[in-house]
């Protein structure tokens, strides 16, 4: 029988998922689907009444409902219960658990791209406050690094340092600059820099020589400030690497196999965005 899985956001024809996870049940020769679902917020109890009897193994959940899902899940994973929301739905037994895979996403993507990044520990400088902001935090933390968070609306970052509580401060985006010469990693998790939105014109100058420079924006693939941190020497990390090693947890509770992250299937995800980005 067929194995179905979904990504399932409001609007959520721009989402790479089926495309990567498409390869993978190619690649392994595994009889499933992964389809595209546009659920609006009022149909969404509605869509999970209905979960069980149209046979769903589980799949992603995006924006705007991660949070949204929470009260219609068995349990949450201890990730998703830190970081109050869920991106991965499956099965154990009867159960439908509600996990979160965006911090192994950001984590793997920065082990693959920066290896030894963490070897000293060290302390991050994390602008932003949403919901990248969130997994960022809580795979940092995890790895024993300290996180300032600096966000425009200054309430969110305080939000954030209640949540994770030691090790992460909240901070104005004004204080950003000054901070960067104690900053062994800086993350842009916000949207600026990604195509139709405004630029990010962060100065780097301060930045230590040894710091990495990681932007969650992976359209385009090669954004403003990853250009600032090479034309400075800086060794950078995008975003497309996130969204790769984030879908692995999830293939492998629907499909029961593991996959791997290869060059071929990065290359393949790049090459759609650079087609489909002005520049990119
Ligand atoms: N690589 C991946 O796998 C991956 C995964 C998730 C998200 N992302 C990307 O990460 C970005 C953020 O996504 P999200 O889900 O965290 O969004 P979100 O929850 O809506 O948060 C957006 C964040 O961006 C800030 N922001 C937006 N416009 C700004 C501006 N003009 N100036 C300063 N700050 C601004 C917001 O600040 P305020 O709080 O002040 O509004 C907030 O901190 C998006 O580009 C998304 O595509 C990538």
């Not at 499956?90 to 920066?114: K, S």
């Not at 509580?165 to 010469?181: K, N, Q, R």
């Not at 029961?256 to 290869?262: H, I, Q, S």
């Amino acid at each position: 029988m067929t194995i179905r899985a979904f990504v399932m956001g409001h609007p959520v024809a721009h989402s790479r998922s089926p495309m990567l996870h498409g390869y993978w049940l190619k690649r392994y020769g595994i009889d499933g689907s992964y389809e595209r679902l546009d659920i609006p917020p009022a149909e969404l109890d509605r869509f999970f009444q209905d979960f069980r009897a149209a046979g769903w193994a589980g799949g992603n959940v995006t924006v705007p409902h991660k949070t949204a899902v929470i009260p219609h899940v068995g349990r949450l994973d201890p990730a998703a219960e830190a970081m109050g929301a869920v991106n991965t739905l499956w099965y154990e037994g009867e159960t439908l658990v509600g996990g979160n895979t965006d911090a192994i996403g950001f984590i793997g993507n920065l082990d693959e791209r920066a290896p030894g990044w963490d070897a000293r520990g060290g302390h991050a400088a994390l602008l932003g406050a949403g919901g990248a902001a969130r997994a960022a935090i809580h795979g940092l933390r995890q790895r024993g690094f300290t996180v300032g968070v600096f966000n425009r609306t200054l309430a969110r970052a305080e939000a954030l340092a209640t949540r994770f509580g030691p090790g992460v401060s909240a901070h104005s985006i004004g204080e950003l600059p000054a901070a960067l010469a104690a900053t062994d990693l800086l993350v842009n998790a916000t949207s600026l820099g990604m195509t139709g939105q405004p630029a990010n014109e962060l100065d780097l100058a301060a930045l230590p020589a040894h710091a990495i420079v990681y932007d969650v924006v992976y359209v385009p693939l090669e954004t403003g400030l990853l250009r600032a941190a090479a034309a400075r020497g800086l060794r950078t990390v995008d975003g497309l690497g996130m969204l790769l090693h984030q879908a692995v947890a999830g293939f492998t509770h629907w499909f029961g196999a593991v996959p791997e992250v290869t060059a071929e299937l990065r290359a393949i995800l790049e090459a759609d965005i650079r087609a489909k980005t002005p520049g990119g």
